[in-house]
């Protein structure tokens, strides 16, 4: 080989290396994961869960205290549990929440650099906790009224959460310890969750029996209680009938595929939940 020839080698070798992508710095997608419950530890009613919506975002610190720009090296990540959210929407206006509780657990990544095995790690958050008082019955709207809700006490303490961060899957999976508490009652749970959040139920399967808990008359009377209501004028003829209540259906993992997930993520359907959940722990990849 002679020099001319050498040098290009070492050019082109140099071009090569310039061209590699950089590891991306540590964050989490935006939006409702599906998580998966796995039970560890515990029993009673705490024990029950199986999965939920986790709203998931990022934050960044500023600078300093007199730099507000954001410091992108400094990312915390905020988890929401849409059983939390659903418990304020349901108190507004009618229960304060202990002014001590925050309702989403938040905590600072490690680094700004995901591991050699590709995750971005957040050792603890704060705890995520709601505490209600009893909650009346009361009018959703001039159709619809909302059953009365007993007084409310959950926390939720996530950690050692270990969020997948590649060029190829930007923050859509991750893993964590979940130490789940309801009132006087505790589990511990195995996390697995994913983005976006995409149902996987089909129709189909036996009938089943309906749900007691779900209104099926105009203000949640059953229908022989609505029909009776509006033959003596209680009811209000401007509500629209009730709905019919949605038909069987059955877990079909055909539905996780070409729904918005990454291509690359081993997937199958709850059975359970009928949602699309991860395979197997992080990395859950084909």
Not at 41 to 68: F, I, K, N
Not at 114 to 139: I, K, M, T
Request: charged content about 20%; aromatic content about 6%.
């Amino acid at each position: 080989m002679n020099a001319r020839s050498s040098a290009y080698l070492s050019v082109a070798a140099l071009v090569l290396a310039a061209c590699e992508q950089p590891a991306p710095e540590c964050n989490v997608a935006h939006g409702p994961f599906w998580a998966k419950y796995t039970l560890v530890s515990g029993e009673g009613d705490c024990a029950m869960l199986t999965g939920e919506e986790l709203d998931v975002q990022s934050y960044y610190a500023q600078r300093s205290a007199r730099d507000p720009r954001p410091d992108y090296t400094k990312v915390s990540m905020a988890i929401a549990p849409s059983s939390i959210n659903a418990a304020l929407a349901n108190a507004a206006g009618l229960a304060e929440p202990d002014a001590a509780d925050t309702p989403y657990a938040l905590g600072r990544f490690a680094g700004n650099k995901a591991g050699d095995d590709g995750f971005c790690r957040v050792s603890e958050l704060a705890v995520a906790r709601l505490r209600l008082p009893e909650v009346p019955e009361h009018a959703l709207d001039e159709c619809i009224t909302a059953p009365a809700a007993p007084a409310y006490d959950v926390s939720y303490t996530f950690s050692n959460v270990r969020v997948y961060y590649t060029p190829a899957a930007i923050g859509t999976q991750f893993a964590a310890d979940l130490t789940y508490t309801q009132g006087d009652c505790t589990a511990r749970y195995e996390v697995s969750a994913v983005y976006p959040m995409v149902s996987c139920a089909a129709p189909g399967g036996d009938a089943g029996v309906p749900d007691a808990a779900a209104p099926t008359g105009p203000t949640g009377m059953d229908e022989e209680d609505a029909s009776a209501a509006e033959g003596d004028g209680s009811a209000d003829a401007s509500c629209p009938p009730a709905e019919p209540a949605p038909g069987p259906t059955v877990a079909d993992d055909a539905l996780c595929e070409g729904a918005g997930i990454n291509p690359d993520f081993a997937l199958t359907c709850d059975p359970v939940a009928q949602m699309c959940v991860l395979k197997k722990e992080p990395p859950s990849l084909k």
